[in-house]
């Protein structure tokens, strides 16, 4: 799982080094980019939040048809298998090689505490989940639960 924050320490002689390795070891490879999402082309898993899908397409996913018409757009761009959006209060979205997306509304939680790490969970455990064979759909659902968990505490 590659987690990408922007600080210069997930570089293109890094990716150039790392992915082909991985993809040679047959390894599951996921990441989670605060930007630049196509430097992680064909990689099985990517885990933008929505205003990160909305710089790489250049344009608003704001309302539902955007959102996957602009999920289905990015999937082919990135030729990756997952792509998960996370869309803050509404939920997720998980698009398949296979064009299909769906959203996985927001699970209702009481007290929301803090919302620093959300997407990272999600990112997390949607990974671990493909990991233990869980399918796509199985680990957008875990992910959504445990994202929701998450913002409950501090």
Do not use: W
Not at 8 to 34: N, Q, T, W, Y
Not at 90 to 111: I, N, R, T
């Amino acid at each position: 799982m590659i987690s990408d924050y922007e600080n210069g320490v997930v570089d293109k002689p890094i990716l150039d080094m790392l992915l082909p390795l991985a993809r040679k070891s047959e390894k599951f490879i996921s990441a989670d980019s605060h930007g630049q999402l196509d430097r992680f082309r064909g990689i099985n898993a990517i885990t933008p939040n929505q205003p990160e899908a909305e710089a790489e397409l250049g344009r608003s996913l704001q309302d539902h048809k955007a959102l996957l018409k602009g999920g289905q757009e990015l999937m082919q761009r990135l030729d990756c298998e997952n792509l998960l959006i996370t869309l803050g209060a509404m939920g997720m979205a998980l698009f398949d090689q296979h064009g299909s997306g769906e959203v996985f509304p927001a699970k209702p939680v009481a007290g929301v505490a803090d919302t620093t790490g959300a997407g990272d969970t999600v990112a997390g455990v949607f990974t671990l989940s493909r990991l233990s064979q869980a399918t796509p759909r199985e680990a957008a659902q875990l992910a959504n639960l445990a994202g929701a968990a998450v913002v409950t505490k501090l």
